[in-house]
Nanobody, 126 residues
Framework: QVQLVESGGTLVQPGGSLRLSCVAS????????IGWFRQAPGKEREGVSC????????LYDDSVKGRFTISKDNAKRTVYLEMNNLMPADTAVYYC???????????????????WGKGTLVTVSS
């Protein structure tokens, strides 16, 4: 059974940094593109960033470009989201999701993901 488990969410002050982790169990990351998504209270879930199966292609939403960095360690079956210069607008539950794809690219379209984790809460507040 495919499972994704996020961790690393916590309370952080504006301007601070945080690293989220997404660990995949029972499957190899080389077969899946992985995306990070977030959902703020009262808002729809939105795509933040993704990384291709090989790790050679990444994508970022404009709202996080230059502040967030996605990476992966296939041996550890883990995808990371490094978040810097955090703002209150980044407050949300962050989810990772897997897309079983043959593509060399990746997507942050919510409806195209095959498996989801349960999320980890990031709160940016002073």
């Amino acid at each position: 059974q495919v499972q994704l488990v996020e961790s690393g969410g916590t309370l952080v002050q504006p301007g601070g940094s945080l690293r989220l982790s997404c660990v995949a169990s029972e499957f190899t990351l080389e077969r899946y593109a992985i995306g990070w998504f977030r959902q703020a209270p009262g808002k729809e879930r939105e795509g933040v960033s993704c990384i291709s199966r090989s790790g050679g292609s990444t994508l970022y939403d404009d709202s996080v470009k230059g502040r967030f960095t996605i990476s992966k360690d296939n041996a550890k079956r883990t995808v990371y989201l490094e978040m810097n210069n955090l703002m209150p607008a980044d407050t949300a539950v962050y989810y990772c999701a897997a897309d079983y794809t043959q593509s060399t690219a990746c997507t942050i379209i919510v409806g195209l993901m095959d498996y989801w984790g349960k999320g980890t809460l990031v709160t940016v507040s002073s």
